[in-house]
């Protein structure tokens, strides 16, 4: 179906979305969804992919009427599985997604980068799998990530 949308606390709910441009398959799988927080106009999906090439990380202006692929990999099949905005800066959101780690972009979604850390708190870089973020309500500067290891499966 996409992603549901609902203006009224959950009473009921809209299709705002029923696939994702260049996602051939329709970008049925969803792993999150996030809200800008200060202007729920943006919102950002972390998506699976279907083929090598197509986009993970979607990015809507218009509350989810419309969606722009915003984070490709063309080298990779890169499925997103989590994505959030820092709740006290709008600019900065983190993603998640198999095979690349940990993307931040710091222009509220529109452009990613790697973030995966450096020397002792390096992410692993072979092997990645699922992973799940979080920032800790205390301190935003301090990014929770848990990610599955395939080497041992």
């Known amino acids: 179906l ?8 959950g009473a009921s709910s809209t299709q705002s979305s029923s696939s994702f441009g260049d996602v051939p398959c329709g970008g049925e799988s969803i792993g999150a969804v996030a809200v800008h927080p200060t202007n729920s106009q943006i919102v950002l999906a972390a998506v699976q992919p279907c083929y090598t090439g197509t986009a993970s990380i979607f990015r809507s202006t218009n509350g989810g009427q419309t969606w722009t692929a915003v984070y490709t990999d063309s080298t990779a099949w890169v499925p997103a599985t989590a994505v959030l905005f820092d709740h006290t800066n709008g600019n ?11 993307l931040k972009s710091l222009d509220g979604g529109v452009t990613w980068n790697p973030a995966n850390g450096t020397g002792a ?13 979080a920032i800790a309500p205390s301190n935003t500067s301090i990014l929770y990530a848990a990610v599955t290891d395939f080497s041992s499966a």
């Open 121 to 133: 708190n390096a992410l692993p870089t072979a092997n990645l799998g699922r992973a799940a973020i």
């Open 2 to 9: 996409g992603i549901l949308k609902s203006t009224n606390g």
């Open 92 to 102: 900065v959101a983190y993603a998640a997604t198999y095979n690349n780690g940990l």
